[in-house]
């Protein structure tokens, strides 16, 4: 530290007084960079304020004298997260606690782990998914490639999602929620299942990309069920539920877009038409088995998947039947009520 602090130095120091920093006049006549505290070298909680506001245009940067940072720095950790000196008056901010919890939740890939199944027990679970499709299984028999069903599935989804957002009704705005979910969640559930463990296996080419590939797919698909799960647990006359249906099929379209142009191309490269024929059979019969409704925290590949999507089926199923008797028992009593004119009489006797 140095033994003697110039006078501005000595003045940027005394003028900071805790009880009045905020909502005094004289605030209004000391410029910006002599309250600094918004900005110092804390390590241990990287933008503080997480606002626009504080950026270095506003704050150049503090003298090197220690004595100043350290006042600065003491008085940064007395309003952390709390003010943000951006005029007289004070102005409440989050926290960081606060602020992850909001990003969160507008966005489900804040909520997903980071997926690794680089580990030789973790590639060999997902391997068996893939060796069953090569077989075709259950059938073990060639039906329609694998490459022109999933993108069938793709366009099929974009469709849906335009007609919701078309749909004036709430209960065919219901309905059609409803079918995207299921076949976005089955779609999903068997590419993890049979289609992304193609990319591990024959990966003697490219094979550090090709895992990067796997790893970050099942990622993508894990926002995007937690989307769903959101979606599907918000009422449909909620607004909220517009919003989530469409964030969520935006994250689908660039996740789609990666797919078409990187993954698919990779496993049309590596195997032969028999093969992804094979594949095609295996992806449509097995969306039979798979769930109907998103589970975010069911594992994704290899045999738990296989037997966690077999205990919660019938669940599922249970659900989709009590949510369709419910949503007859609504258009039943729709049209009792438009039968019944302005009156109220309808067309009772007397």
């Given at each position: 530290m140095s033994q003697q602090m110039s006078a501005n130095e000595m003045g940027r120091i005394h003028e900071i007084n805790p009880s009045d920093a905020f909502g005094n006049a004289d605030m209004e006549r000391q410029p910006l960079q002599q309250f600094q505290w918004g900005r110092t070298n804390d390590s241990d909680n990287p933008g503080a304020f997480g606002n626009d506001a504080l950026k270095d245009e506003h704050f150049p940067p503090l003298g090197s004298d220690d004595a100043v940072s350290a006042a600065s720095k003491n008085l940064d950790a007395e309003r952390r997260g709390k003010f943000h000196p951006a005029g007289n008056q004070p102005q409440f901010h989050m926290g960081q606690q606060e602020q992850q919890e909001q990003q969160q939740s507008q966005f489900p890939m804040g909520r997903t782990n980071e997926v690794d199944t680089s580990g030789a027990l973790r590639s060999a679970n997902a391997i068996l998914g893939g060796i069953f499709g090569l077989g075709g299984a259950p059938t073990f028999s060639r039906g329609e490639n694998l490459i022109t069903i999933i993108k069938r599935d793709h366009?099929?989804?974009?469709?849906?999602?335009?007609?919701?957002?078309?749909?004036?009704?709430?209960?065919?705005?219901?309905?059609?929620?409803?079918?995207?979910?299921?076949?976005?969640?089955?779609?999903?559930?068997?590419?993890?299942?049979?289609?992304?463990?193609?990319?591990?296996?024959?990966?003697?080419?490219?094979?550090?990309?090709?895992?990067?590939?796997?790893?970050?797919?099942?990622?993508?698909?894990?926002?995007?069920?937690?989307?769903?799960?959101?979606?599907?647990?918000?009422?449909?006359?909620?607004?909220?539920?517009?919003?989530?249906?469409n964030s969520m099929i935006d994250l689908v379209r660039k996740h789609v877009q990666e797919e078409e142009e990187e993954v698919l191309p990779m496993i049309a490269k590596n195997y032969n038409t028999e093969e992804l024929e094979r594949l095609g059979t295996a992806f449509e019969m097995h969306k039979y088995a798979a769930t109907t409704r998103p589970h975010p925290f069911a594992p994704s590949q290899g045999p738990l998947a296989a037997v966690a999507?077999?205990?919660?089926?019938?669940?599922?199923?249970t659900k989709d039947a009590l949510e369709n008797l419910g949503s007859r028992v609504r258009e039943r009593e729709a049209e009792r009520r438009a039968e019944v004119p302005a009156g109220g009489k309808g067309n009772f006797p007397g």
């Open positions: 366009q099929n989804a974009f469709k849906l999602a335009d007609d919701y957002n078309r749909e004036p009704k709430v209960e065919r705005r219901r309905e059609i929620a409803r079918q995207l979910t299921k076949d976005l969640v089955q779609h999903s559930e068997v590419e993890n299942l049979l289609v992304y463990p193609l990319l591990k296996m024959r990966s003697h080419d490219e094979a550090q990309r090709k895992q990067g590939l796997h790893d970050h797919s099942l990622q993508e698909h894990q926002a995007i069920t937690q989307f769903l799960y959101d979606m599907d647990h918000t009422a449909i006359e909620d607004p909220l539920h517009s919003e989530r249906l999507n077999l205990i919660a089926k019938p669940i599922d199923m």
